[in-house]
């Protein structure tokens, strides 16, 4: 999608922000290595907090990364990347709009690696008839429960899912939804 503009030209610069990302995704999985924005007056506490933690991040990373940053190596991966998930969201949600009901609700994600859907009236948590299901047809998906915080006012939804896009090909995604979609039509007749 389009760039937003950055979080702390929203107020002005006034408050404290905190923005933390990772080139894991965009870049390298294997790398392991975040960033932060933090305000001038996070960023002691931050940095203190890091040191009690994890004791320092690789130097080797971090010189590699920025190496990568000054080349401009990095903007031409991170496109190359963007091109290829983009494709491969744009195929998962296809693949959705073809092989689910009409009443799955698919949020279409401007970028990450995962799709959200919900499947009115039937139960996708861990152990459930539809989890068991889908295993059996040797698919995976995250349930929805695991990515909810525990909120008092709120359920976790119990008919939500994230469906990864990341790793796995174009034609065995496209199975996987298949699969998933035959198990959705047998449970509900």
């Not at 320092?56 to 991966?77: E, H, I, W």
Request: hydrophobic letters at 40%; glycine letters at 8%.
């Amino acid at each position: 999608g389009e760039d937003e503009e950055f979080i702390h030209a929203l107020d002005g610069g006034e408050s404290p922000i905190a923005l933390l990302g990772t080139f894991s995704k965009a870049f390298s999985p294997g790398l392991r290595l975040g960033w932060a924005y933090l305000s001038d007056e996070l960023l002691t506490h931050c940095l203190r907090q890091k040191g009690n933690h994890d004791f320092g991040t690789s130097n080797l990373n971090q010189n590699l990364m920025a190496d990568l940053m000054v080349s401009g190596d990095y903007d031409v991966a991170a496109a190359r990347f963007r091109d290829r998930y983009r494709a491969k969201r744009d195929a998962l949600v296809a693949a959705l709009e073809e092989y689910w009901p009409e009443d799955t609700w698919i949020l279409h994600p401007k970028g990450g690696l995962y799709v959200w859907a919900r499947i009115p009236g039937l139960d996708t948590d861990p152990g459930s008839e539809f989890f068991n299901a889908v295993l059996e047809e040797k698919v995976l998906y995250v349930p929805g429960m695991y990515c909810f915080c525990e909120n008092p006012q709120n359920e976790r939804p119990r008919d939500a899912m994230r469906l990864c896009y990341g790793v796995i090909g174009m034609e065995d995604m496209r199975e996987a939804v298949r699969r998933m979609g035959n198990v959705i039509k047998k449970l509900r007749s």
